[in-house]
């Protein structure tokens, strides 16, 4: 494998080229948001694009990194932000880096043992994730939210974790633009 660089828009969060590109419509994460009323309205009128990821996928071979950009559109499933499923990686000693470069928004984090955290995050922020923390992003702002993640290939990604057990607090719209963790 040689070297390799790929241009990423801040922005638009667009990788020139990438290996695999995944799609999330609100019918993609049924029973999340608080509001199924909300959820159910949403998905008949159009099911929305809640996030799109672009990812750049390197051999799952040991030592070898993966990297994607994530685009989260603003909006709202009842008074709830628009958010990612959110996952905790099969491999729990796993850490991951986001890179925030486009909007506004919470990194929601939590561990099996129950442990919550919640940071707001904007444009030019680093996130760190420690290994055996699962992790969620919510739009908080009327813009996309962008981020760059990096974290080692062949990590995997537990999605039943949190679909069955949920994070302990949501993120809710509190006025304009402003968020409340309930
Ligand atoms: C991958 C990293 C992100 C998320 C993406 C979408 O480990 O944490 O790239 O995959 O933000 O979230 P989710 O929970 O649907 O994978
Ligand atoms: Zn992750």
């Known amino acids: 494998m040689l070297p390799f660089i790929r241009d990423i828009n801040l922005e638009t969060g667009l990788l020139k080229r990438f290996d695999n590109k995944v799609v999330r419509r609100l019918s993609d994460m049924r ?3 608080a509001d199924g009323a909300a959820e ?3 998905i008949e009128n159009g099911d929305p694009l809640l996030y799109e990821m672009f990812e750049v996928t390197p051999p799952e071979t040991p030592g070898n990194l993966t990297y994607c950009t994530t685009v989260v559109y603003p909006g709202l ?3 709830e932000y628009f958010m990612t499923k959110g996952h ?3 491999i729990r000693d796993t850490a991951e880096i986001y ?3 486009h909007g506004e928004g919470v990194l929601v984090c939590e561990t099996p043992g129950g442990e919550f955290n919640e940071q707001r995050v904007n444009a030019g922020d680093v996130a760190y994730v420690p290994t055996g ?3 969620r992003t919510a739009n908080i ?3 996309k939210l962008v981020f760059l993640a990096v974290y080692p ?7 039943d974790f949190i679909a069955e057990r949920g994070f302990r607090f949501r993120i809710l719209r509190d006025g304009q633009n402003g968020y409340v963790v309930r």
Do not use: C, Q, R, S
């Not at 290939?153 to 999605?159: C, I, P, R, V």
């Open 77 to 79: 499933v009842g008074n």
């Open 133 to 135: 923390w699962a992790h």
């Open 153 to 159: 290939a062949g990590a995997g990604h537990d999605y």
């Open 31 to 33: 029973g999340m948001y």
């Open 141 to 143: 702002g009327e813009d």
């Open 40 to 42: 159910k309205g949403l």
């Open 99 to 101: 890179f925030f470069t």
């Open 88 to 90: 905790i990686h099969v």
